[in-house]
């Protein structure tokens, strides 16, 4: 079975490839990327000799409909998993277009290509198989200080970034209500883990913590996120594409809801355990203005994909941060790579051309 993946030089997209391609030891995955900022195709080099028989890159834009065309005819594809994404959220108050092309329209793009090949092959949608479009919490807008996000909670995006994944969620449904694609839809509550582009919260402060550099924390950094090891995300996006039941949505998240100040204070106390630097202090902490339109709480009600796929988190806060931590120590040479832009020369050395 051959299945497509965008996104898979991101972060959770990276993960993911390395989770599939060990469980699944007869798939093979080809992947898009367009290898913007935030794409690293170092992210996966450590794939075995034979994972990496099983995987095949393609530099391409989710917008370039002959080429998601070219790769459908060439490896016959029998599911997509759309991780590609402009995914900051800051990036996308300064810039929202970008955001609507590459997370509208290439959805659409996607969407349409599938379509058009899942007709012409079977005149029918092959059972089973599915369009699975990896989204986000943020959809669903901001949550007092009780109750979570439920699949049924209205969508109220307030951020550029999370309007242009609502709206995403929306085509992806109407493709199912219309045409009856065999669609999923999962909405994750914040990752955390290896191989995370340093503009994000954990890496941002890892790294800026080992270089004694300020720790810039928005407003009074009260705001709350329900984090997830990467790894659980994966294990549930797979459940998903497998089993979930088709059009679809399902919740992830861990019920691991902490503050934004509480994770800078406990990156701040494990790096400086592990180093035995006592420069990494409260010290460094700094309170910037609050982002703008900045949601105060997010937090997941996963019980849909508890009682329906058996999924339940594994790795629960004060473990993932530990790993975490001590993968970016044992990475720093990454680090340094991604903050130079060098990661931008390893394509054009390893693959050679644009
Ligand atoms: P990321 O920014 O690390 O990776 C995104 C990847 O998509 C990059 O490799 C980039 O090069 C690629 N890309 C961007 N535009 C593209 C285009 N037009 N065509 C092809 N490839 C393109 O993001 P991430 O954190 O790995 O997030 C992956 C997905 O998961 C996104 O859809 C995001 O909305 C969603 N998500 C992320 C989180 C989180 O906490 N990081 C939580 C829930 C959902």
């Given at each position: 079975?051959?299945?497509?993946?965008?996104g898979?030089?991101?972060?959770?997209?990276?993960?993911?490839?390395?989770?599939?391609?060990?469980?699944?030891?007869?798939r093979?995955?080809i992947?898009?990327?367009?290898?913007?900022?935030?794409g690293?195709?170092?992210?996966?080099e450590k794939?075995t000799?034979?994972?990496?028989?099983?995987?095949?890159?393609?530099?391409?834009?989710?917008?370039n409909?002959?080429l998601?065309?070219?790769?459908?005819?060439?490896?016959?594809?029998?599911?997509?998993?759309?991780?590609?994404?402009e995914?900051?959220?800051?990036r996308?108050?300064?810039?929202?277009?970008?955001?609507l092309?590459?997370?509208?329209?290439g959805?659409?793009?996607?969407?349409?290509?599938?379509?058009?090949y899942?007709?012409?092959?079977?005149?029918?949608?092959?059972?089973?198989?599915?369009?699975l479009?990896?989204?986000?919490?943020?959809?669903?807008?901001?949550?007092?200080?009780?109750g979570?996000?439920?699949?049924?909670t209205?969508?109220?995006?307030?951020?550029?970034?999370?309007?242009?994944?609502?709206s995403?969620?929306?085509?992806?449904?109407?493709y199912?209500?219309?045409?009856?694609?065999?669609?999923n839809?999962?909405?994750?509550?914040?990752?955390?883990?290896?191989?995370?582009?340093?503009?994000?919260?954990?890496p941002?402060?890892i790294?800026?913590?080992?270089?004694?550099?300020?720790?810039?924390?928005?407003?009074?950094?009260?705001?709350?996120?329900?984090?997830?090891?990467?790894?659980?995300?994966c294990?549930?996006?797979d459940?998903?594409?497998?089993?979930?039941?088709?059009?679809?949505?399902y919740?992830?998240?861990?019920?691991?809801?902490?503050?934004?100040?509480?994770?800078?204070?406990?990156?701040i106390?494990?790096?400086?355990?592990?180093?035995?630097?006592?420069?990494?202090?409260?010290k460094?902490?700094?309170?910037?203005?609050?982002?703008?339109?900045?949601?105060?709480?997010?937090g997941?009600?996963?019980?849909?994909?508890?009682?329906?796929?058996?999924?339940?988190?594994?790795?629960?806060?004060?473990?993932?941060?530990?790993?975490?931590?001590?993968?970016y120590?044992?990475?720093?040479?990454?680090?340094?790579?991604?903050?130079?832009?060098?990661?931008?020369?390893?394509?054009?050395?390893?693959?050679?051309g644009?």
């Amino acid at each position: 079975m051959n299945i497509l993946v965008t996104g898979v030089a991101g972060f959770i997209g990276s993960n993911f490839v390395y989770y599939y391609l060990e469980k699944y030891k007869d798939r093979k995955i080809i992947g898009l990327d367009k290898l913007t900022y935030a794409g690293n195709l170092e992210n996966l080099e450590k794939l075995t000799p034979e994972q990496k028989e099983r995987f095949v890159f393609i530099k391409g834009d989710i917008n370039n409909q002959e080429l998601i065309e070219y790769i459908f005819e060439t490896y016959k594809i029998e599911g997509i998993i759309n991780f590609a994404a402009e995914s900051h959220v800051d990036r996308s108050i300064h810039d929202p277009q970008i955001f609507l092309k590459t997370n509208v329209i290439g959805t659409q793009t996607l969407l349409n290509v599938a379509k058009k090949y899942w007709q012409k092959d079977t005149q029918k949608f092959i059972d089973g198989v599915k369009f699975l479009q990896i989204s986000t919490d943020e959809v669903y807008g901001s949550l007092g200080p009780t109750g979570y996000f439920t699949e049924k909670t209205p969508l109220d995006p307030h951020s550029p970034y999370s309007a242009s994944k609502a709206s995403a969620d929306l085509i992806v449904k109407a493709y199912y209500d219309t045409y009856k694609m065999p669609t999923n839809i999962t909405r994750c509550s914040n990752n955390y883990g290896p191989y995370q582009f340093p503009e994000k919260l954990i890496p941002l402060m890892i790294n800026n913590a080992l270089n004694h550099k300020k720790l810039p924390v928005y407003g009074d950094g009260k705001q709350i996120r329900d984090w997830l090891y990467v790894t659980d995300h994966c294990r549930a996006i797979d459940l998903v594409f497998e089993n979930g039941r088709t059009g679809e949505v399902y919740n992830i998240g861990g019920h691991n809801e902490k503050e934004n100040i509480y994770i800078v204070k406990k990156i701040i106390e494990i790096l400086r355990e592990k180093t035995g630097d006592k420069e990494i202090n409260e010290k460094l902490i700094k309170h910037v203005k609050d982002r703008l339109g900045h949601d105060r709480r997010y937090g997941i009600d996963p019980t849909k994909i508890k009682e329906e796929l058996g999924w339940e988190p594994e790795i629960m806060f004060d473990e993932g941060i530990e790993k975490t931590i001590e993968w970016y120590l044992e990475n720093q040479d990454w680090m340094k790579r991604v903050i130079s832009g060098e990661y931008l020369e390893f394509y054009e050395k390893n693959y050679g051309g644009k």
